[in-house]
């Protein structure tokens, strides 16, 4: 269990992330989660990042969790499934629903990340 004083060191993004993940259905005990939550992490720590290949944001995740890039992509890959199949369907499609077709596919990766990351942005 977290201390007090650890509790308070979280950053408020840091809570928006986790609430907005636990929102869209995918479980906090995945792989994928805690990379796509670090990508974000990583994403507002430096912005510049998110117009750079996501490629590089995976040698991030894989650099900080000590595996490699494409265990990272294929963790996110799988996340992103749970959370299409458990997550709720109206909040999915409110925050996805413009930028994807449901009747093809899910969105990739980058498209994940990158609308959750906006999403949060424009509510700072």
């Not at 636990?22 to 792989?31: E, S, T, W, Y």
């Not at 000590?66 to 963790?75: A, G, I, L």
């Not at 369907?89 to 609308?115: C, M, Q, R, V």
Request: charged share 25%; hydrophobic share 35%; proline share 3%.
């Amino acid at each position: 269990m977290k201390s007090i004083r650890e509790l308070n060191s979280i950053k408020p993004i840091t809570i928006e992330i986790y609430k907005t993940l636990h929102d869209l259905g995918l479980p906090a005990h995945i792989k994928g989660y805690q990379y796509i939550s670090f990508g974000l992490e990583t994403l507002f720590d430096k912005p510049n990042m998110k117009r750079i290949h996501i490629g590089l944001l995976y040698e991030e995740i894989a650099d900080e969790f000590d595996t490699t890039k494409s265990n990272v992509e294929r963790s996110i890959r799988h996340a992103i499934d749970t959370s299409f199949h458990r997550g709720d369907i109206k909040i999915i499609d409110s925050l996805f629903g413009h930028s994807i077709d449901f009747d093809k596919a899910k969105p990739t990766n980058f498209e994940y990340i990158i609308t959750i990351y906006n999403k949060l942005f424009l509510n700072l």
